[in-house]
């Protein structure tokens, strides 16, 4: 019993020590803008089609059960604003997240992984070249701003699609919906998206290059460790996630 959960505490400390050195090798000098731009172009590329089609649906359904709900409760005024702020606030990080950790996450993963069993990482370490920095700095600032650039694009699907839907579906008035919203929604539920963007973008991509880091085994390994690269993520996401929204409220007064 006390073995796994030592193992456990272990690679969080690992994984952690590995995310501090992330963050303290970004000022430094020479940066990696080529590998910066193709592992940014090549995240958008394996996500930006598959967040657009997510959102569309999680969208309307979020419209739906809410259009339903405000409609038995007599408030069909306010279906909008509970309807955009779901989305802006929770989904759209949310479905951002989920695809950049199980597109650019695992190829992250499975990138550095192979590196490892080839021995690639371990020759740069004896050239005294980090592979942190060479490396993981670029996917991760890649992740990041791939996250927040997708986090925009599936909030105004998600907005777009949830007024389609709620406007010709259940018969929804089109100015109660944009009213209600712009009466409720604030800039700075926007902005709370966006730092929630960011903030999951660097977990996906610091997760799956500590996996990748340390994977073993050859190439069964590997896919191991892009398994476990995702699940860890999710996990982590969902939590991140909670203490972001709660200190929010705490912090930001809400309109009325």
Do not use: H
């Not at 070249?129 to 909030?155: E, T, Y």
């Not at 712009?182 to 539920?189: E, K």
């Amino acid at each position: 019993m006390a073995a796994p959960l030592t193992g456990a505490l272990r690679q969080s400390g690992s994984l952690f020590a590995l995310a501090l050195d992330v963050f303290r090798a970004l000022p430094r000098r020479p940066f990696q803008v080529k590998e910066f731009i193709q592992q940014a172009w090549f995240i958008a590329s394996v996500t930006i089609l598959p967040t657009a089609l997510v959102s569309i649906p999680f969208g309307a359904v979020i419209a739906l059960q809410l259009g339903t709900l405000t409609r038995q409760l007599g408030a069909q005024s306010y279906t909008g604003a509970a309807s955009v702020l779901a989305v802006l606030r929770e989904a759209s990080p949310i479905v951002t997240a989920l695809l950049i950790a199980g597109a650019g996450g695992s190829a992250i993963c499975a990138d550095l992984g192979s590196r490892k069993i080839r021995e690639e990482i371990d020759a740069m370490e004896v050239l005294g070249i980090s592979p942190i920095q060479r490396l993981v700095v670029p996917r991760v600032l890649a992740s990041m701003l791939v996250a927040l650039l997708l986090n925009g694009l599936v909030s105004v699907v998600g907005v777009v699609g949830g007024y389609v839907f709620n406007v010709i579906v259940q018969g929804g008035t089109p100015g109660a919906y944009i009213a209600s919203f712009t009466a409720l929604a604030q800039l700075p539920d926007l902005w709370t998206a966006e730092i929630k963007a960011l903030v999951f973008g660097a977990i996906a991509a610091v997760v799956a290059a500590y996996k990748g880091l340390n994977a073993g085994g050859g190439p069964k390994g590997v896919g191991d460790a892009v398994n476990q690269s995702v699940v860890i993520t999710f996990m982590l996401l969902f939590v991140v996630n909670f203490v972001i929204t709660a200190v929010y409220f705490q912090v930001v007064p809400q309109k009325i």
